[in-house]
């Protein structure tokens, strides 16, 4: 893992912007996996701020989303379908039949996750996935015990991921129990893993991911068997690392070469 901390989060999503706009001018087809959640909303703001100045064009790309709830139709004000081209997708130029959502009204689920898993394999695989991380240690929506080698499925949602997102609801009980997600299996094939985690709520959660050990009490650690995770940090997030300073230094002394 390489672990960078930055002042606070919209400098850390800057990076992250940097990043995601080098893949797409490096990529002939270029293949980004999205998250959704207050965690990403500022990195979106800045691709599309890349886009309007005229330095990134997103007509060559294609995206996967992570997840979606099971039984909420794509006009949803709270789906995440409606999340992504509020957010972004409405505001960039990308094309419409290179978006990829699960679909949480698919009349076969099983068949539909299965399928999912064929067209992200048939793009030839995510180039970069972005993710974030629950205050449970779970990234898309593989709640804890779920198995590191999972594949894309139906997963009932923990009392605490429903709560985390009654924000976006109005009440925890408008939550929907279930959710199509990528699994970690799923996500471990992306070429790059971003895990972006903002705010001292997350910071317990980070510590656990990537300090603690590999477990799947704490699904985000399995992070730690990827060979290009980049965990990028506000200082809130940062209060329960041991091994700070060492990130710091780490960051800090990085040859030009892999700077973003």
Same mark, same amino acid.
């Given at each position: 893992m390489e672990i960078i901390v930055q002042p606070d989060s919209q400098k850390a999503s800057w990076l992250a912007a940097k990043l995601i706009k080098k893949i797409i001018l490096e990529k002939p087809r270029p293949v980004i996996g999205l998250a959704t959640g207050n965690t990403p909303l500022f990195l979106y703001k800045l691709l599309i701020k890349m886009y309007r100045?005229? !330095?990134?064009?997103? !007509?060559?790309?294609?995206? =996967?989303?992570?997840?979606?709830?099971v039984g909420l139709s794509p006009g949803h004000p709270s789906s995440y379908h409606h999340f992504m081209w509020?957010?972004? =997708?409405?505001?960039?130029?990308?094309?419409?039949? @290179?978006? #990829?959502?699960?679909? +949480?009204?698919? $009349?076969?689920l099983q068949a539909h996750c299965q399928d999912y898993e064929q067209e992200i394999e048939k793009a030839g695989g995510i180039d970069i996935q972005v993710l974030g991380i629950?205050?449970? +240690? #779970?990234? *898309?929506?593989?709640?804890?015990? @779920?198995? /590191?080698? !999972?594949?894309?499925?139906?997963?009932?949602?923990?009392?605490?991921?429903? &709560?985390?997102?009654?924000?976006?609801?109005? !009440? &925890?009980?408008?939550?929907?129990? &279930?959710?199509?997600?990528? *699994?970690?299996?799923?996500?471990?094939e992306a070429r790059i893993c971003?895990?972006?985690?903002?705010g001292q709520k997350k910071a317990r959660a980070v510590a656990q991911a990537v300090e603690?050990?590999?477990?799947?009490?704490?699904?985000a650690s $399995?992070?730690? /068997? #990827?060979?290009?995770?980049?965990?990028?940090?506000?200082?809130?997030?940062?209060?329960?690392?041991?091994?700070?300073?060492?990130? &710091?230094?780490?960051?800090? #002394?990085?040859?030009e070469w892999q700077e973003y």
């Open positions: 100045e005229g !330095s990134l064009d997103f !007509s060559r790309v294609v995206t =996967f989303n992570l997840d979606e709830y509020e957010n972004l =997708f409405s505001q960039i130029n990308i094309r419409p039949e @290179s978006v #990829h959502f699960p679909n +949480g009204l698919a $009349a076969d629950g205050v449970n +240690g #779970h990234i *898309g929506y593989n709640e804890p015990t @779920s198995s /590191l080698s !999972s594949r894309t499925r139906i997963e009932i949602l923990t009392e605490q991921t429903r &709560k985390s997102n009654a924000v976006f609801f109005g !009440s &925890k009980d408008e939550v929907p129990f &279930k959710a199509i997600t990528m *699994g970690i299996g799923t996500i471990l971003l895990l972006m985690a903002f603690g050990p590999l477990t799947a009490m704490v699904p $399995a992070l730690q /068997l #990827h060979p290009q995770a980049i965990v990028l940090l506000d200082q809130d997030a940062t209060t329960e690392l041991k091994y700070l300073d060492y990130y &710091k230094w780490v960051y800090d #002394h990085k040859p």
